[in-house]
């Protein structure tokens, strides 16, 4: 079985920053890309970074110098480091990873979701 477990949600204010981190534990073998998406209220869920094994990273238009995706794969952990933030990015932030079991091979994980409110 695996679990991702995100934290680091909250509120602040526009124009802070906030650390999301996520850690995938159970009996993984390998994890290929790691990704942090996010929900806002009414809205559907949207890719904000991805980050594969290697170290490279993607950014979505909107967040690009702005939020910086990182990951110990020592730890099997995802950081989504978001500075200068808006508004506008108030919503649940997910971690996704794909990982390997020996039980189910490849597959995709969710996490439960963190929130992040950004007050004006």
């Known amino acids: 079985q695996v679990q991702l477990v995100e934290s680091g949600g909250g509120l602040v204010q526009a124009g802070g920053s906030l650390r999301l981190s996520c850690s995938a534990s159970?009996?993984?073998?390998?994890?290929?890309?790691m990704d942090w998406y996010r929900q806002a209220p009414g809205k559907q869920r949207e890719l904000v970074a991805s980050?594969?094994?290697?170290?490279?990273?993607n950014y979505a238009d909107f967040v690009k110098g702005r939020f910086t995706i990182s990951r110990d794969n020592a730890k099997n952990t995802v950081y989504l480091r978001m500075n200068t933030l808006k508004p506008e990015d108030t919503a649940v932030y997910y971690c996704?990873?794909?990982?390997?079991?020996?039980?189910?091979?490849?597959?995709?994980?969710w996490g439960q979701g963190t929130q992040v409110t950004v007050s004006a």
């Open positions: 996704n990873a794909e990982i390997f079991t020996l039980g189910v091979g490849w597959a995709d994980y």
């Open positions: 159970g009996s993984i073998v390998s994890i290929n890309d």
């Open positions: 980050t594969t094994r290697g170290g490279s990273t």
